[in-house]
T-cell receptor, first 118, second 116 residues
Framework: GAVVSQHPSWVICKSGTSVKIECRSLDFQATTMFWYRQFPKQSLMLMATSNEGSKATYEQGVEKDKFLINHASLTLSTLTVTSAHPEDSSFYIC??????????????FGPGTRLLVL | AQSVTQLGSHVSVSEGALVLLRCNYSSSVPPYLFWYVQYPNQGLQLLLKYTSAATLVKGINGFEAEFKKSETSFHLTKPSAHMSDAAEYFCAVSVPLGGGADGLTFGKGTHLIIQP
């Protein structure tokens, strides 16, 4: 149980285009999903917290107009990197937290999406 | 704000030897603490977590960690290393809010190398 998927796993795009990454909780409902960014050989940095049916909360230094987050249902959150540039190339990982039950404190992570902007 | 310090960006042990990965945290309130493992080009897998119950927490793959409030530590151990344990290990902390924990603050990670 507690599986989180991400799509796509790999994406290469040209500079200036927008890229959408999906995060789905497959076997549980997630009121809250989180988006992290990981640079090579570095730790994960929280970008934003996504709550179903409300606006995302962005961490300091993360441009909300560049990284659009939508959490339209209890099983799906999307991250859109708008007008992507090479410096946006990174590994983007989402996580989901169940709405209730004993697993409430645990975040379950997706496998990540590697973005390369040329 | 909370923070996590992992001592040693790389730890090398022989197969069969004790694994000890160190994690110290800082938090103004009692935290939730987690250890995650990441294999190359993969997401994170939860090894174990501390959420204010027993201070000695047992996780998957033979790992365990002990929460020591007086030392603000949550070190990860495994009695006997296996080649398959080679991976990146992250310690993380979150502060409980109403209804559950907040986003995670991660340490910088420790790369575990297993020598044959």
């Amino acid at each position: 149980g507690a599986v989180v998927s991400q799509h796509p796993s790999w994406v290469i795009c040209k500079s200036g285009t927008s890229v959408k990454i999906e995060c789905r909780s497959l076997d549980f409902q997630a009121t809250t999903m989180f988006w992290y960014r990981q640079f090579p050989k570095q730790s994960l940095m929280l970008m934003a917290t996504s709550n179903e049916g409300s606006k995302a909360t962005y961490e300091q230094g993360v441009e909300k107009d560049k990284f659009l987050i939508n959490h339209a249902s209890l099983t799906l959150s999307t991250l859109t990197v708008t007008s992507a540039h090479p410096e946006d190339s990174s590994f983007y990982i989402c996580s989901a937290r169940a709405t209730s039950g004993r697993v409430q404190e645990t975040q379950y992570f997706g496998p990540g999406t590697r973005l390369l902007v040329l | 704000a909370q923070s996590v310090t992992q001592l040693g960006s790389h730890v090398s042990v022989s197969e069969g030897a004790l694994v000890l990965l160190r994690c110290n945290y800082s938090s103004s309130v009692p935290p939730y603490l987690f250890w995650y493992v990441q294999y190359p080009n993969q997401g994170l897998q939860l090894l174990l977590k501390y959420t204010s119950a027993a201070t000695l927490v047992k996780g998957i793959n033979g790992f365990e960690a002990e929460f020591k409030k007086s030392e603000t530590s949550f070190h990860l151990t495994k009695p006997s290393a296996h080649m398959s344990d080679a991976a990146e290990y992250f310690c993380a902390v979150s502060v409980p809010l109403g209804g559950g924990a907040d986003g995670l603050t991660f340490g910088k990670g420790t790369h575990l190398i297993i020598q044959p």
